[in-house]
């Protein structure tokens, strides 16, 4: 299987780091102009090195929906600032001063910050000062009658951050008030004054767009005949958005391009190719236009190069569900780890290069709708990252050497899966299955877990020519038929009451991430034996909140407007 590293030689993190700088340029917030724009860039880049992309054009007007998604309102910025404590911060200096999404509007007058239930009852007529919950803080903020609202996040220092509101049409009935970011430094400095007991006073401008309707961009491209490998990365985010996510769109041009020239009619796979915004346009894509059948697997490319030395980035590996397995993430684990090979130890082993490390599956990202829907999805991502959706994740702050692991290791899974031999692939299924196995084991047991490994090597051994593992046919729990991203803003377009119930128990995202495994593992065992599938992958389990979790889905299963999204079988 090493050859395979070797051949992927030809990947080259230069050109990555190119198209880095190229797309950061784009604003490229979800329901603005500069979106397709970042897209249009792409599709004649992928035209040149001749493949034939095709780009798919839904919309973006906060009205139309996708399975579980409504999209925000198309728009635009054209300039903000905020003044306050002597410092002006201009859209010229970084576009993230105004929150995305924002109306048009004027706020001046002094500034409160809100950090206890009871400061709301304080802020009529003025500024609002908040550092998380954001959208539920600026809904409030505009019920309570305030005139402007500055958000910040923790953790960001110097930077602006960016926060995005995801207004829809029916949102802007009450989102009047202009809404800015700060750097957590300022925001900590009007904090300490007012604690002190000093006036604050700020003054906001922010000036934008609001359109009927806007293209959300879908650019697909495939190599060769189905069944498919799919490579997967958004595209959106805002300027710069270097390592989130050029980072990750820049790695797919150079991937397409090269198994473009690399890809003839011996492979056992072709490759496609899918630049999407984030969620939204994945959603749309397998809703209008995926075929799912024709997907072994999806890789999907989110932020693959961070450094480092951004807050100690970690290479991370995050594999497909277990009741997704695929032997896709062990050999992406298996190339990751060759890659990463660096210096010596003192008896001449290879030693890693960068932090890496594989995980159970974690939600976040694109790979969450495909493994919804049954094909096995697996994400190499550089997390932490102390830029992370902030004005400083710019391109100087990239890793060429995460960008060549990360690149090359994805390159060779893609050859090796396409090319070796089936006794190869054979050997390493069942070789991957036992670390994967021997690794839940060492601290609990794994009956459940075995039996999803066999039916996963069943699918895996149906795409690759090779015999190993073995299907089980048991009574599901349930019957998930309209699938996508649960959220509590999904559930508060149902029911408000249930909606506060989910926020509370999904404050911790392992919970929400537990929450849709579950839901994938009862589709395919009887309910008791997926809690334990559920306890085998990934030991603590907050049984007791995914219990009422279930009850609000059950009960959301009994208004008239989502009663076919659900059907439980006991």
């Known amino acids: 299987m090493r050859r395979f590293l070797k051949e992927a030689g030809v990947f080259d993190p230069n050109r990555v780091l190119h198209y880095i700088a190229e797309i950061s340029q784009f ?169 002190s007991g000093e006036e604050v006073k700020a003054r906001i401008e922010v000036e934008t767009q609001i359109n009927e309707r806007q293209v959300l961009p879908i650019l697909y491209a495939e190599v060769g005949k189905a069944p498919f490998i799919l490579f997967t990365a958004h595209i959106c985010h805002p300027k710069p958005g270097a390592n989130d996510n050029a980072s990750g769109s820049a790695m797919l041009m150079e991937l397409a391009r090269v198994l473009n020239r690399l890809h003839d009619d011996s492979f056992r796979f072709g490759f496609a190719f899918l630049w999407i915004p984030e969620y939204y346009g994945t959603q749309a894509f397998v809703e209008r236009y995926a075929e799912l059948e024709r997907y072994y697997a999806v890789i999907n490319l989110d932020m693959v190069a961070g450094s480092p030395d951004r807050a100690g980035s970690t290479v991370m590996l995050v594999r497909t569900p277990l009741s997704r397995f695929s032997v896709v993430s062990g050999l992406l684990e298996y190339f990751l780890e060759l890659a990463n090979e660096g210096g010596k130890s003192f008896s001449g082993s290879p030693l890693p290069r960068l932090r890496l490390k594989g995980f159970p599956y974690e939600m976040g990202s694109d790979h969450d709708i495909f493994n919804f829907f049954g094909v096995p999805a697996t994400m190499p991502i550089t997390w932490p990252d102390r830029f992370y959706h902030s004005s400083e994740d710019t391109v100087d702050k990239v890793s060429k050497e995460s960008i060549e692991v990360i690149g090359r290791a994805v390159l060779a899974t893609a050859l090796a899966l396409a090319k070796a031999e089936k006794e190869e692939l054979q050997r390493f299924a069942r070789g991957y299955a036992m670390k994967y196995l021997g690794e839940l084991s060492r601290d609990r047991e794994t009956e459940e877990a075995e039996r999803l490994v066999m039916m996963g090597l069943a699918r895996d051994s149906r795409f690759l020519g090779i015999e190993s593992g073995h299907e089980f046919r048991e009574k599901p729990w349930l019957v998930w038929e309209v699938k996508g991203i649960i959220s509590e803003r999904f559930v508060r377009e149902r029911d408000e009451k249930l909606a506060d119930e989910f926020k509370e128990l999904t404050r911790d995202r392992k919970v929400l991430a537990q929450l849709h495994e579950l839901l994938m593992l009862g589709e395919i065992l009887p309910r008791e034996r997926a809690f334990e599938a559920l306890r085998e992958e990934y030991g603590e389990v907050e049984e007791e909140k995914l219990e009422k979790l279930v009850s609000v889905l059950e009960k959301l299963g009994g208004l008239d407007s989502f009663s076919s999204c659900w059907s439980w079988t006991y």
């Open 27 to 195: 604003h490229r917030i979800q329901g603005s102009k500069e979106l397709p724009e970042a897209v249009r860039f792409i599709r004649e880049e992928l035209r040149i090195w001749g493949l034939n992309p095709e780009l798919y054009e839904e919309t973006y007007d906060g009205r139309t929906s996708y399975l579980t998604l409504k999209t925000p309102v198309a728009w635009d910025l054209v300039r903000g600032e905020v003044e306050v404590l002597g410092e002006r911060l201009t859209t010229s200096l970084s576009p993230l001063v105004v929150m995305a999404h924002s109306p048009s509007g004027k706020a001046e007058g002094v500034v409160v910050h809100v950090a206890r239930k009871e400061d709301w009852e304080n802020v009529e007529g003025k500024i609002v000062l908040v550092g998380s919950d954001w959208r539920d803080a600026y809904r409030r903020a505009n019920e309570k009658g305030a005139v402007g609202f500055i958000a910040y996040r923790e953790g960001t220092g110097n930077a602006i951050p960016y926060i995005g509101l995801f207004l829809t049409r029916e949102d802007l009935e009450w989102a009047r008030i202009p809404a800015v970011a700060v750097p957590e430094s300022l925001a900590k400095r009007i904090i300490g004054k007012l604690n």
